[in-house]
């Protein structure tokens, strides 16, 4: 796929555009502009802009007309910076991920503070982001931050001991559950915004049928669930994290054997 300067909506899928002018501009590799509009126009204001758009009204919203709309240029002047939309996500992509540095800090010698660090990073990256969900990234076109982030974290969990491919399947598993567990927030609150009916509604609206169901006896064990099993307030992700660090704690014993 190409990037399409004529279509409305950004392309979904990082790398999709010309990947060798992503990689020069995330690398400041490439050419300046030979010439450029007024207002101190450039690549940081664009990507900055397009994220502010996409955090405020969705993926959707980002286009290069909306984007020349909201730094007061022509569209045509931001073709000076970036190619098209596909390279811009892929910019965007990478400035997001920055954020995921600066919450880690230095490397921890405690694999496991490395790991929750890590996973709460992330979840609030997507907190901050929920565009971000929407993205196929698995071929992300690997920039600065996307490099810095991955250093951080296998510095972090070197003393594992585990083998390269293993510590890899590690950082996988982590961001695999977090992205599953940002992903039930955020289609929780589209959910909402969506159809008007808030979650208190439309769980309240099943009730009825949902009694009959239990009271039929041809559902024992979900009618034998505590009052409290679907409760808010347990907390899924403290759960689940501490659920993978109890089973990677079990593959460091493992490696330790070896």
Do not use: C
Request: aromatic letters at 6%.
């Amino acid at each position: 796929m190409t990037s399409d300067r004529k279509s409305g909506g950004m392309a979904a899928t990082t790398g999709s555009g010309d990947i060798v002018r992503s990689l020069e501009l995330l690398w400041g590799t490439g050419e300046p502009p030979s010439r450029g509009p007024k207002r101190g126009l450039s690549l940081d204001r664009i990507t900055t802009a397009a994220i502010e758009v996409a955090d405020a009204e969705g993926l959707d919203a980002v286009s290069m007309r909306r984007l020349s709309a909201e730094l007061g240029t022509g569209t045509m002047s931001l073709y000076r910076y970036v190619p098209g939309k596909a390279e811009l996500l892929d910019l965007m992509i990478d400035r997001v991920q920055g954020t995921l540095i600066d919450a880690a800090g230095d490397p921890s010698a405690d694999w496991r503070a490395t790991v929750d660090g890590m996973a709460r990073a992330q979840l609030d990256l997507y907190r901050r982001h929920p565009w971000l969900l929407k993205i196929n990234q698995t071929r992300t076109v690997l920039g600065p931050s996307a490099l810095r982030s991955l250093e951080l974290a296998l510095a972090g969990l070197k003393g594992m001991g585990l083998t390269d491919p293993e510590t890899m399947s590690v950082i996988i598993a982590v961001q695999s559950f977090v992205t599953g567990i940002a992903r039930m927030e955020a289609e929780t609150v589209e959910a909402v915004k969506e159809t008007g009916v808030s979650d208190e509604e439309f769980w309240g609206r099943q009730v009825p049928f949902l009694n009959r169901a239990m009271a039929s006896g041809d559902f024992p064990l979900m009618a034998a669930l505590a009052d409290d099993t679907f409760s808010a307030d347990f907390d899924h992700f403290a759960f689940g994290l501490r659920a993978l660090m109890d089973g990677f704690e079990a593959m460091v014993e493992r490696a330790a054997e070896r």
